[in-house]
Structures are given as C-alpha cells and as structure tokens.
C-alpha cells in the first residue's frame, strides 16, 4: 500500500574474496556489490553487501538482482515480482434504485491495481449519530444489499457504502446516481390492508368511463366517443369476524381482500392461512391466491373453537401484512335419560357423550335441573377419554306428581377447545 521496500543482502563462502565493498577511492567492481534493475530498467550497483530499493509507483512490478564478490564471481540473478497500489478504489456511487426491487441497494465498484476485497453498505436514521451495517456482499462488479422496511421504523434515513481492496485502501461514499447525497425515505414498498370478514354480500359497484360506440344520427350510421357507464358485482363484507360464534358441526365461508392504502386490490399474491386451536397442535397452513380484485374466500370446516391467522408475507413492491381472529364453537353433549317416569324411591340415570378431542383427565360436565326457576347443579360427572360420563340421582322428596326439567352444562376449560354449552332440554315426571 503506497510503496514497497525490498531491501536485498548478499553473503560469500568462508575464507573466500567475500563481499567487502570497494574503496570510495576505487570503482564499486573492485569490491563486494548488489546489482539490481526495476522493471527492465538501467542496472544500479551498490557497494557492499546489503540494499534497499524502494518503488512507490501504482501497478506491476519487477525487481532482478545478485550479488558480485569482491573477485568478480556473480550469483544467479533472481527476480521480485509485486504490485503496488496506493490509490483507493473508486469512483463509488449507488446505482439506480430499480421499482420493480425496490428493497434492492447496489454500488458499481472497481480498482485498477490491486481489486476489490469487500466492503458493506450502511444506513443510520437522520438525526442519529450511529451506522448500522446490512448485510453485504460483492460478485465481482457491484456491492450488494437488501433493506428489510418491514421491520425498519419509518423515516429519512442516510446511505453510505464502505469499500476496500486487496493493498487495504478503503473508499467511504455516500453518493447517489445523481451525484448527490444518497437518502432514502422508508417504507420504500407499498403497505397493505388485509381485511377479513364473516359475511358478505354482492353490490352494484358502476362508474362512467369514455368509449368510441357506434351511434345513428340522422338515419346515418357513424362513431362517436361517448360517455358509457359500466358496473360490475363485488362482495361486500357486512360482518365482522372477529369472535364470531359458529354452531358445532357448521362450517363458515371466510371473504377476505389484500388491497394497498389508497385500495387498489393486489391480484394474484399468496395469503396463507393457518387454523390454532386453543388446545393442541397448530393446524396445517392453507395457501390461496387473489383474484384480480385482490379478493380470496376461505371455507372454516367444522371443528372446535379456532383462531385463524391470514398471512402475507409480502413482495417485492408490497409490504407484508396480517390478520388474526376468531371463532367460537359452543361446546356440546347428548343428554340421555334412562326412564321418563318414575316413583319416588327410583333413581333416575343420566349419560351422554362429547366430541372430542378430549383430555386425559376428561372433560367436567355439570347436571342441572330448575328448582324455584333456576337452574342448580345437583351432580358433576368427568367425562372419560372417549367422552363418556354418567350420573345417578335417586328421588326422595317429591311429593305429588312433578315433571322435572333437565340439562348438561360444560363451562368453558383451558384445555377444552370449546366454549361453554349446553345440551338440549330432558324432561322427567316423578310420583311420589
């Protein structure tokens, strides 16, 4: 880097001429001498046994020395090939930003002596004092990145691109493709709005455009340029999906629209879907493409209550974005009783079964009948693994006949992935 400095040193054999220089009085072949020549150029001899060349001019270099013993013996002549380079590499500017890649940073970079071993591209907030260097990486003409403004908060932000070569010069520039300061404002891709909804409904969207149509004036045929209005069906959403309740064993159609801030719809992008149970393993993602319109449906199948994420994970032009809700499904139980009419003294079983999946430790089912118009639980069964429960329940104080009206409850658990239900309305008449 800037100069090389070869200092070159000759020895003779023990009791020989050796390499003593001459007299400054005689001439330097008289005596002991290292003969070089840089780059094909004019011989120098220097007397003694030791020198040094120094060459600081930028390029390809070559050095061809020996030594000369005070008899006039010459060693074999050999040669120091090396490169010299103290200039940085350069010039360095920031192409073009392409809008099709607009995450994409690149910096033309070259060095005609030594070329280039690497450097990095940085940014830094305006108004911060600190660099943050992205990850980097050069092919052989230009320096590469990629600016993640997903997760960069929005703002002004400076660039600048650090470059050295193999000698260790180093170039540091924040030049643009204009030849000015290179800032960029993030976010540099479109965001997005991904809306969803539980229901929908088709409405009449029109709007008036010009056209050339074909039109009589006069009993003559002729083409004008005429005002047109033209409508199109769009589903609508008409229900928010956030926590909506869904019956067990009913499916719901999902309507959803990946559009940009000023709603134009992103046709042909891939929004994934994954359903969660609050109980279990996640379920498996399902991929669906936009329409034209930026528009996707989703059907939910019958299942336990869910939380379903909509996922976009974004393009080269378009912002990721996401949305999470939920749905709710009662939980149910059959209820079955063993006889419709007893005595008192009888004992009245109750059973029924749940869907699963179950726990290993059951599900707590509470047995209720009204008693002074209010429901009271009376018994508390554990379902087994299969879902399984039962309950006795032996009459002892009715008097007269009574009809009795009775019902499963299961409230809500954490390990249970429904939410509080009932069974259906049983009836039993008791003669005490």
């Known amino acids: 880097q800037g100069q090389v400095q070869l200092d070159l040193s000759g020895a003779d054999q023990a009791g020989l001429s ?89 910096v033309p970079v070259s060095d005609r002596t030594s070329g280039i071993a690497g450097g990095s591209i940085e940014l830094r907030k305006l108004g911060h004092r600190s660099w943050s260097a992205l990850r980097s990486a050069y092919d052989g003409r230009e320096l590469h990145a990629r600016l993640d403004d997903q997760r960069l908060p929005p703002g002004e932000y400076s660039l600048r691109a650090r470059v050295r070569d193999v000698a260790g010069n180093t170039t540091t520039s924040s030049t643009g493709p204009a030849g000015g300061l290179e800032r960029l404002r993030l976010p ?21 455009v010009r056209s050339i149509r074909k039109v009589r004036i006069h009993g003559r045929r002729t083409r004008r340029r005429v005002r047109v209005r033209r409508c199109r069906r769009l589903l609508v959403p008409t229900r928010a999906f956030r926590d909506m309740l869904v019956g067990y064993g009913r499916s719901l159609r999902v309507y959803g629209r990946l559009s940009t801030d000023d709603g134009q719809g992103a046709a042909g992008e891939r929004i994934v879907v994954r359903a969660n149970r609050r109980a279990g ?10 329409d034209r319109f ?92 299969l879902g399984e429960w039962a309950a006795d329940y032996t009459f002892r104080a009715t ?19 429904y939410e509080t239900g009932v069974s259906r309305v049983r009836h039993a008449t008791v003669r005490g």
């Open 18 to 106: 050796g390499m003593a220089p001459a007299p400054d009085s005689a001439a330097a072949d008289a005596g002991g001498q290292i003969v070089y020549a840089v780059d094909d150029g004019p011989e120098h001899a220097v007397r003694g046994s030791a020198a040094s060349v120094i060459v600081g001019a930028d390029g390809v270099h070559s050095v061809a020395f020996h030594a000369v013993d005070a008899a006039g013996n010459e060693s074999p002549v050999r040669t120091a090939e090396f490169k010299v380079d103290g200039t940085p590499p350069g010039p360095v500017s920031f192409a073009p930003q392409d809008p099709d890649d607009p995450q994409a940073l690149n």
């Open 188 to 208: 540099l891709r479109l965001a997005t709005r991904l809306s969803v909804a539980g229901r929908a409904r088709t409405a009449l969207v029109c709007r008036t």
């Open 281 to 290: 393993r996640a379920g498996r993602p399902v991929r669906l493409l936009t």
């Open 294 to 385: 930026g528009r996707f449906s989703y059907r939910v199948p019958p299942g336990p209550s869910r939380r379903i994420s909509f996922r976009f994970g974004g393009s080269a032009i378009l912002l990721a974005a996401r949305a999470t809700e939920s749905i709710r499904v009662p939980a149910v139980t059959s209820l079955v009783l063993s006889s419709g009419r007893l005595r008192v003294g009888q004992t009245l079983r109750f059973s029924g079964r749940l869907p699963a999946p179950i726990p290993r430790h059951g599900v707590l089912v509470q047995v209720q009948a009204i008693v002074r118009g209010r429901w009271q639980t009376f018994a508390t069964p554990r379902t087994n693994t």
């Open 399 to 417: 008097s007269g006949v009574v009809t009795y009206a009775f019902r499963a409850l299961i409230s809500r658990a954490a390990d249970y992935p």
